[in-house]
């Protein structure tokens, strides 16, 4: 069976720092592109970032690029087969549920299946 489970969520202070974690069974890394996205209360849910694991490429969703340019970095790890979403600099505006999900490439707007989420909450 394939999952993807989130962690790493939490309440943070504006300014401070999380790292997301997406952790992937029943697959390897190499075999769908894994994709983050977030949804604020209210909001549709948007695109952050994407990696390629089999190439290393990565991409910053243009509807965030602006907002998260130099404060989130994403990252893999084929050996533990899990995908990171380093988060700095947060602010009140960052605070959403994010989750990860398997894409067919990256980037793209669809996916294949997708995790449950972590709320990251962003306090003023």
């Known amino acids: 069976e394939v999952q993807l489970v989130e962690s790493g969520g939490g309440l943070v202070q504006a300014g401070g720092s999380l790292r997301l974690s997406c952790a992937a069974s029943g697959f390897t890394l190499d075999d769908y592109a894994i994709g983050w996205f977030r949804q604020a209360p209210g909001k549709e849910p948007e695109g952050v970032s994407c990696i390629s694991s089999s190439d290393g490429s990565t991409s910053y969703a243009d509807s965030v690029k602006g907002s998260v340019k130099g404060r989130f970095t994403i990252s893999s790890d084929n050996a533990k087969n899990t995908v990171y979403l380093q988060m700095n600099s947060l602010k009140p505006e960052d605070t959403a549920v994010y989750y990860c999900?398997?894409?067919?490439?990256?980037?793209?707007?669809?996916?294949?299946?997708r995790g449950q989420g972590t709320q990251v909450t962003v306090s003023s």
């Open positions: 999900a398997a894409q067919p490439r990256c980037p793209s707007t669809l996916y294949h299946f």
